[in-house]
């Protein structure tokens, strides 16, 4: 009997084995596989009352990380089809005139951020430079590589980059895995760096995968999302959002997710020693881009809060998350979160996936697609 059992035992390993091989197989090709266009119909995404949705450029493959020139030049990012783009709406007529392609055969650069003339590009473990971009989109210059030392994984290597306040450039660093705890400490960071590429240094640790951050207007406090781990059930643990006020807090990952959700599997220490979410998102929804609304043509509620671009669970019985949504700040703190905008998935099957959300100066809201290649325009009348 004792045999019996332990040939039971060891089947069971093999069977959890092989369940875990599959999960991390079905993980890669969700983030390698390049997305295939889909078709695009805006009637089925729901706005509160009085807002409107419209296209502002499309054939825009692969649409996620955003930044806006002064001169109103959109510059775009992407991860596998290794493109930035430029688009152009010269007679200012809420639509793009023309998709320039500034740039390709880059590695997986998602971040974008405009300074000074200049456009910063994040691959994987370089930031590069473009200087005066804007007066040379159809022959953009040679980059200058200022930054070339972030580590070369690619699991959680794309980046989100946005200046600060304090002129830094922000750039994370996910974990290198699922869930892992790796000895070299700028994985499950947040970084800065001057503009030189200089003075590289750790600002927030404990994030697993931070693919969009601001600042506060008024207090100027850092406000970021965190993916959190998978294999952990549908309902657990939530993404989050968090904000770190000052240099050297530490959030939690790998060793605790959500506000109170310990992975004994790393540490035995409790999840008060770390720096709690502001805010539980949904399970597995993938919340990535973030800003604060800044303009002044949507109604004073919104004013000051936070709309987050939710990619969407792929690891999850039913799927949540392709929306949009809204979280309501006072007083430095978030008080609710609701529903924006929504209608990417539809009957459990998407045909979008919301990335990232940009305010424009006239006070609309940007919003790229990575899957079917669109940027949307959600605007506010009577």
């Known amino acids: 009997m004792k045999t019996i059992t332990s040939l039971q035992n060891i089947g069971s390993?093999?069977?959890?084995?092989?369940?875990?091989?599959?999960?991390?197989?079905?993980?890669?090709?969700?983030?390698?596989?390049?997305?295939?266009a889909q078709e695009v119909d805006i009637s089925k995404i729901e706005l509160p009352d009085n807002f409107q949705i419209s296209i502002y450029a499309e054939n825009v493959p692969g649409a996620r990380s955003m930044s806006m020139s002064p001169n109103g030049i959109l510059y775009v990012g992407?991860?596998?089809?290794?493109?930035?783009?430029?688009?152009?709406?010269?007679?200012?007529d809420n639509k793009a005139d023309k998709v320039h392609?500034?740039?390709?055969?880059?590695?997986?650069?998602?971040?974008?951020?405009?300074?000074?003339?200049?456009?910063?590009?994040?691959?994987?473990?370089?930031?590069?430079?473009?200087?005066?971009?804007?007066?040379?989109?159809?022959?953009?210059?040679?980059?200058?590589?200022?930054?070339d030392e972030f580590p070369t994984k690619g699991y959680h290597g794309w980046k989100f980059i946005k200046f600060g306040p304090d002129g830094k450039l922000y750039v994370p660093v996910g974990a290198p895995c699922?869930?892992?705890?790796?000895?070299?400490?700028?994985?499950?960071?947040?970084?800065?760096?001057?503009?030189?590429?200089?003075?590289?240094?750790?600002?927030?640790?404990?994030?697993?995968?931070t693919v969009g951050f601001d600042w506060h207007p008024e207090s100027e406090v850092l406000w970021f999302t965190d993916n959190g781990r998978d294999h952990m059930g549908d309902n657990k643990p939530p993404d989050e959002l968090n904000k770190a006020p000052k240099k050297g807090m530490h959030f939690g990952f790998p060793f605790c997710h959500g506000k109170n959700i310990q992975d004994l599997k790393f540490t035995k220490r409790k999840c008060t020693e770390f720096t709690p979410p502001v805010?539980?998102?949904?399970?597995?929804?993938?919340?990535?881009?973030?800003?604060?609304?800044?303009?002044?043509?949507?109604?004073?509620?919104?004013?000051?809060?936070?709309?987050?671009?939710?990619?969407?669970s792929w690891n999850r019985t039913?799927?949540?998350?392709?929306?949009?949504?809204y979280v309501k700040v006072e007083d430095n703190k978030p008080v609710s979160l609701e529903v924006f905008a929504e209608g990417w998935l539809q009957d459990e099957e998407d045909w979008g996936r919301p990335v990232d959300v940009l305010v424009r100066s006239d006070g609309s809201l940007l919003v790229s697609d990575d899957k079917s290649g669109t940027i949307y325009r959600i605007s506010y009348s009577k």
């Not at 880059?106 to 003339?117: D, E, I, L, M, T």
């Not at 869930?179 to 697993?208: H, M, W």
């Not at 109604?299 to 000051?304: S, V």
Request: charged share 25%.
């Open 101 to 147: 392609t500034i740039a390709s055969g880059k590695r997986s650069p998602n971040g974008v951020a405009w300074r000074n003339g200049n456009l910063y590009v994040a691959e994987i473990s370089r930031i590069l430079k473009f200087t005066e971009i804007d007066n040379n989109l159809d022959s953009p210059p040679d980059p200058e590589v200022i930054y």
């Open 318 to 325: 039913v799927p949540i998350g392709y929306r949009i949504m």
């Open 279 to 312: 805010l539980e998102l949904g399970p597995h929804v993938a919340a990535l881009g973030m800003r604060f609304y800044t303009g002044k043509m949507f109604p004073e509620k919104y004013k000051g809060g936070i709309f987050i671009a939710e990619h969407g």
């Open 178 to 209: 699922n869930v892992c705890k790796r000895e070299n400490p700028v994985f499950s960071s947040i970084t800065r760096l001057d503009t030189n590429g200089q003075n590289r240094e750790i600002y927030a640790r404990g994030i697993r995968n």
């Open 13 to 36: 390993d093999i069977m959890r084995n092989l369940v875990k091989a599959s999960l991390i197989i079905i993980s890669i090709l969700v983030i390698s596989v390049p997305a295939v």
């Open 78 to 92: 992407t991860r596998k089809e290794g493109k930035v783009y430029a688009i152009t709406d010269k007679n200012d």
